[in-house]
């Protein structure tokens, strides 16, 4: 099933240089890994899926304070064994929001992605340091829902204006994969 990902990605076009090494590196990552990839055990890296919630006119989007990186950020989590990398996104973004409807506004991956995840603690076990290649995808979500907090993991849910999303990041290193995601929805 990793060869479904991985068809995926290499038909993905990328925007700019950087997410043109970080497909290739998600490529070798596939190649070098296979089946398993797609679970926390492999301590090269895991895959993860991201969402950017956007609402109808595309001005604001749903971000989570997100616990463990002391920012607010993307909504999005480990496939944790799960192949359909569009599913878990919509997942997450119900589960990490409290949204009910998601509507998927594109079954293309909208955004590739590496992020370097430094060792840490979770649930009382030492978590060593570790790659997430990460797919992103487009949902849009009506800016009326109701948002909720996801306690164990995020201290915040909530809209924010497009111009205010890179005030709002404290992660250096996420700034720029969100300006790019923003530049994306901005050219359509």
Known sequence: ???????????FVPFDD???GAKKAFL?????????????DNLVGHVTSSCWV???DRTKVIMAYHN???SWAWLGGHADGDKDTLYVSKKEAMEESGVKDVKVLSEDI???SIQGVDGHFKKGKEVPTHL????TYLLEVDENSELFVKEDENSGVKWI????????????????VYERLMDKVELG
């Open 132 to 135: 997430h290649f990460n797919v």
């Open 28 to 40: 070798q990552f596939i190649d070098a890994c296979g089946e398993d990839i797609w679970h926390r």
């Open 161 to 176: 204006k497009n111009g205010d999303v890179i005030d709002s990041v404290s992660e250096e290193v996420m700034k720029k």
């Open 110 to 112: 909208m955004d590739i």
């Open 68 to 70: 463990l990186y002391d």
């Open 18 to 20: 950087v997410e043109a």
């Open 1 to 11: 099933m990793s060869q479904y990902l991985r068809k995926k990605i290499e038909d």
């Open 54 to 56: 956007v609402n109808k």
